[in-house]
């Protein structure tokens, strides 16, 4: 499969997503791609919340953010839910803080994996421009979310050398307008420079 195609269906993953093609199409050891992809993310995700257990808390915190059916007790329990649901047609997820994506690109392998934040609330998305850095992952949000948690984040995307958006399974001008389609509006965080 090719990194664009990663897709992760029902599944609230998009932080391992945007990850997981920054480092395949980066070469680091951690961007394997397998046939599909379930086999692509379900052991990626199940180590990293084994081997981050002391994560734990913050993801399920910012998981609850998008709903009841994401409040969890536990990351086993949100593993144990994926497990076997290679159709990834469940409604299931780990909403990834940016400390948390910065950890996963650095298990794969990336050196610059820290994010930043953009706080104030006048940082705009206009999806009909480049965004600012190629070769970047970045944290998206709408203005108009209330919740404004975590900075407003809500999204995460990787964006290729090329300048092309890569998100739910599209690339380029079918990424932008999903992102559209979505009211994505606002820019929260992001990742340049990957290396």
């Known amino acids: 499969m090719k990194s664009e195609e990663l897709n992760q269906n029902n599944w609230g993953v998009c932080g391992?997503?945007?990850?997981?093609?920054?480092?395949?199409?980066?070469?680091?050891?951690?961007?394997n791609l397998a046939a599909d992809t379930y086999g692509t993310l379900f052991p990626l995700i199940e180590n990293f919340c084994r081997n981050h257990a002391d994560r734990s808390a913050e993801l399920l915190d910012f998981s609850k953010?998008?709903?009841a059916v994401f409040a969890?007790?536990?990351l086993k329990e949100v593993t144990d839910k994926m497990r076997g649901n290679h159709a990834m047609d469940e409604q299931v997820g780990i909403a990834m803080t940016a400390a948390a994506v910065s950890l996963l690109c650095k298990d794969l392998g990336f050196l610059n994996y820290d994010f930043h934040a953009t706080t104030a609330t006048t940082n705009a998305l206009n999806l009909d421009k480049p965004l600012p850095y190629k070769n970047a992952i970045y944290g998206l949000g709408k203005r108009d979310n209330q919740g404004n948690y975590r900075y407003g984040l809500l999204h995460w995307v990787y964006v290729d050398a090329n300048g092309d958006v890569l998100t739910w399974g599209k690339k380029g001008a079918d990424a932008?307008?999903?992102?559209?389609?979505?009211?994505?509006?606002?820019?929260?965080?992001?990742l340049p420079g990957l290396s």
């Open 16 to 31: 391992f997503v945007a990850a997981v093609q920054a480092a395949n199409l980066n070469h680091k050891p951690g961007g």
């Open 176 to 190: 932008v307008r999903a992102l559209k389609d979505n009211g994505y509006d606002k820019l929260t965080h992001y």
């Open 65 to 67: 953010v998008f709903g």
């Open 72 to 74: 969890y007790k536990s």
